[in-house]
């Protein structure tokens, strides 16, 4: 009986070291579990903060751009009207450019028809008649000595158009 009694005591000795080992090893596991498990926590938390980080930097950025598109629009606009502005004054311009043309045009042919009818452009023919007879048509004529120059072309110049 003491062989089986020392027998079943060094059993129990040998489970006992078993099984203290196996409590030992499944501490030590659980250990590494929780480690690991908190480990992962931490990382997925890091992940979470990452992930929020970038998505309020993206937030940011889309409202930026909003802002700066608000802004070239604006100035797009802007530029829009003074074009709309700047394309309606110069078709005012371009009418009366034609209108003042038209003018010119009709006061020319009104001066060429006064100087060809008057004879006063026909100096060659009273020179070879009369040698003063230009002298004469001046002193003779009962308007103002100046009425030779008022008969002259009428040029246009760019500087008569000046607006204020």
Known sequence: MASSSGNSSGCSSRD??????EEDLQLAMDQRK????????ESARRS???KQKHLDDLIAQVDQLR?????????VNITTQHYMNIESENS???????????RLDSLNDILNFINTSSGILDTTDQHHHHPHAHDDFINNNPMDTNTMFLNQPIMASPDIFQYY
Do not use: P, V
């Open 34 to 41: 929780r480690k690991r498990m908190q480990s992962n926590r």
């Open 48 to 50: 979470r903060m990452r």
């Open 16 to 21: 006992g070291q078993n099984s203290a080992s």
């Open 67 to 75: 802002k700066e598109n608000n802004q070239i629009l604006t100035s």
């Open 92 to 102: 005012i311009l371009r009418a009366q450019l034609l209108e003042l043309t038209q």
